[in-house]
């Protein structure tokens, strides 16, 4: 089953503005994960957020996480039309990955 | 290897075969696991190794479904009797550690299974 719900399903910007997404999930949490995804293949780490963190960034990306809600948020600033790809949020307490159905991010020239 | 490996890139089969995917992880990586991705879909856990043995293999479907890792390295993941249902892109994934200690998990480029 999956855990993690992304919010939008689908977003459109143009380059040089930012991308927000949004991801909520149901149960406790070690810690939360968000991937990117190219032409619906492979999966790229992005960034991992421990549940006793609350902000953290890695160049363009800073992702949020507010574990009273069971929330989570992505925002790329900056966008770039290289940036167009899906975006997952995982979660899992023990070995096995949670996911989302994703936001599908176009990011026009 | 330099990442994780899958082969084939693309599998097409008719309704009834039997298929093999294999998935080399990054050389080192004890943990493995196999996600199913169907269109439009986040990818569903299947199974997970440590070392050679199935550590937990709940998200299997049903029975026709089956995976292998017979020496800690190489894993393959075998589907009997396919059916149209089972068309999706099968991903492969390994990290050093299991995922619980906060291990990063490196995905292959999947097994696109079409199944006529």
């Known amino acids: 089953s999956q855990q993690g719900e992304e919010d939008p399903q689908a977003l459109s910007i143009q380059e040089g503005e930012n991308a927000t997404m949004n991801c909520s999930y149901k149960?406790?949490?070690?810690?939360l994960q968000w991937y990117r995804q190219n032409s619906g293949r492979g999966l790229v780490h992005l960034i991992l957020?421990?549940?006793?963190?609350r902000e953290k960034h890695s160049g363009r990306l800073r992702v949020t996480l507010d574990t009273s809600k069971k929330s989570s948020s992505l925002l790329i600033t900056a966008s770039r039309a290289a940036d167009t790809a899906s975006y997952f949020c995982a979660t899992g307490s023990g070995y096995a990955l949670n996911f989302g159905k994703g936001t599908s991010l176009l990011v026009t020239p | 290897g330099a990442g994780v490996s899958q082969t084939p890139s693309n599998k097409v089969t008719e309704k009834g075969k039997y298929v093999e995917l294999r998935c080399d992880p990054i050389?080192?990586?004890?943990?493995l696991y196999w996600y199913r991705q169907s269109l439009g879909q986040g990818p569903e856990f299947l199974i997970y190794?440590?070392?050679?043995?199935?550590?937990?293999d709940s998200g299997l479907p049903n029975d026709r479904f089956f995976a292998v890792r017979p020496e800690g390295s190489v894993s393959t993941l075998k589907i009997q009797r396919t059916e149209r249902g089972d068309s999706a892109v099968y991903l492969c994934a390994s990290s050093l550690t299991p995922r619980a200690s906060g291990a990063e998990a490196f995905f292959g480029q999947g097994t696109r299974l079409t199944v006529v």
């Open positions: 050389s080192g990586h004890t943990a």
């Open positions: 957020i421990r549940s006793n963190e």
């Open positions: 190794f440590q070392g050679t043995g199935a550590a937990d």
């Open positions: 149960t406790s949490i070690n810690n």
